[in-house]
């Protein structure tokens, strides 16, 4: 009986000693990485069956992929916050020559799309009921830096819708929206969330497929590329 009272003595010394164990750390930020597909209208800028992206980077997708850092500045029903991300993506091809036949050297084309603006989570499944699901959606304005490269690497020129020629680099405005499901991994895992909370102030880690929507060719204009674009994306979000 001593030995067992020794026992359950160092115990409860044991939990009182560790307090950070019963609660989380404070939760102010999330950090996301994100990767998707890009595919830019630039062609819905052409009439007369004119497709040049299409021509020179066929059915090809960018690769989009970079961090987003949101602030919660609000936790209530759900959580709302800002954010902001720089992403970089690219595609790949044969550029065309004079005449529209396709030529033998290599064409890219790179982006790095600037998002900033409002977020909003709905944790309260994940918070009050244990069902490990936060919906999230976002809309802010955007930025995206681009240009084009040719066969000797050298910024390249092309031709407008007007048939002007242009110089292959700019940026363009517009506007972004998305929708997302984040799938709440410390439901699978809790002691090892916790212990990922108390070693590196993680409180919640997440797998995430988002709906986005560009709509960036500033704000209509017939002048700029038309970068808009609709699909998904997928990553990793970490709450801190």
Excluded at 15 to 23: I, K, N, Q, R
Excluded at 70 to 88: E, K, L, P, R, T
Excluded at 209 to 219: H, K, L, Q, R, S
Aim: net charge negative; glycine share 12%.
């Amino acid at each position: 009986m001593k030995t067992i009272g020794l026992i359950l003595t160092a115990s409860l010394l044991f939990v009182s000693a560790t307090p950070a164990w019963a609660e989380d750390s404070p939760q102010n930020l999330a950090l996301e990485i994100r990767i998707g597909p890009y595919n830019p209208k630039i062609d819905d800028e052409f009439s007369g069956g004119t497709k040049p992206f299409k021509s020179t980077f066929g059915d090809k997708s960018a690769l989009l992929f970079g961090p987003e850092l949101d602030v919660q500045i609000w936790h209530g029903f759900g959580s709302i916050g800002v954010f902001g991300a720089a992403m970089y993506g690219w595609v790949s091809g044969k550029g065309l020559d004079a005449d529209g036949a396709k030529s033998s050297d290599k064409t890219t084309l790179s982006m790095v799309p600037l998002v900033g603006g409002l977020v909003y989570r709905f944790d309260v499944l994940a918070e009050r009921y244990r069902i490990p699901l936060v919906v999230s959606l976002k809309g802010g304005v955007d930025y995206t830096i681009w240009w084009i490269r040719d066969g000797v690497d050298s910024l390249a020129r092309y031709k407008s819708a007007s048939g002007k020629s242009m110089p292959g680099y700019g940026g363009t405005w517009g506007l972004h929206w998305s929708a997302g499901l984040h799938l709440l991994l410390d439901f699978f895992e809790p002691h090892t969330a916790k212990v990922f909370d108390n070693e590196m102030g993680v409180n919640n880690s997440y797998l995430f497929i988002e709906y986005v929507g560009y709509w960036v060719d500033d704000f209509g204009s017939k002048k700029s590329f038309n970068l808009s674009h609709n699909g998904v994306a997928f990553g990793l979000a970490f709450e801190l």
